[in-house]
């Protein structure tokens, strides 16, 4: 089963890598601790809606955007969950790496 907190962190953590910031720089912009930023990452933690957009905001992304991507990414997930079994057992589901998202802005 595919968790939405697990895929909302990867997605959040990937943009913070994406942008070479740090944990500290991003749960001080964001108001949230550390230790919280880093448990909702790794998709240990629900976030709240509030939490997101805070998080997001720091990002210097849209909630709708990111919301958007995790869809996508969500989709994609479950398409390989429901994929029919190899022969010769069960293997682990693998989502395909999103590309560096790219600012068109700056």
Not at 31 to 58: F, H, M, P, T, W
Not at 90 to 98: E, K, L, M, N
């Amino acid at each position: 089963m595919v968790l939405l907190r697990r895929v909302i962190g990867e997605a959040l953590r990937r943009r913070r890598q994406d942008q070479h910031r740090t944990l500290r720089e991003v749960s001080s912009a964001a108001r949230v601790s550390l230790g919280y930023l880093s448990e909702v990452e790794r998709g240990q933690k629900e976030a709240s809606s509030e939490l997101l957009a805070s998080i997001c905001d720091a990002l210097g992304v849209r909630l709708a955007d990111l919301l958007r991507e995790v869809s996508d990414d969500l989709e994609l997930a479950e398409l390989a969950a429901s994929a029919p079994t190899p022969v010769g057992g069960p293997s682990a589901v693998v989502v395909p790496a999103r590309p560096a998202v790219v600012d068109r802005a700056a």
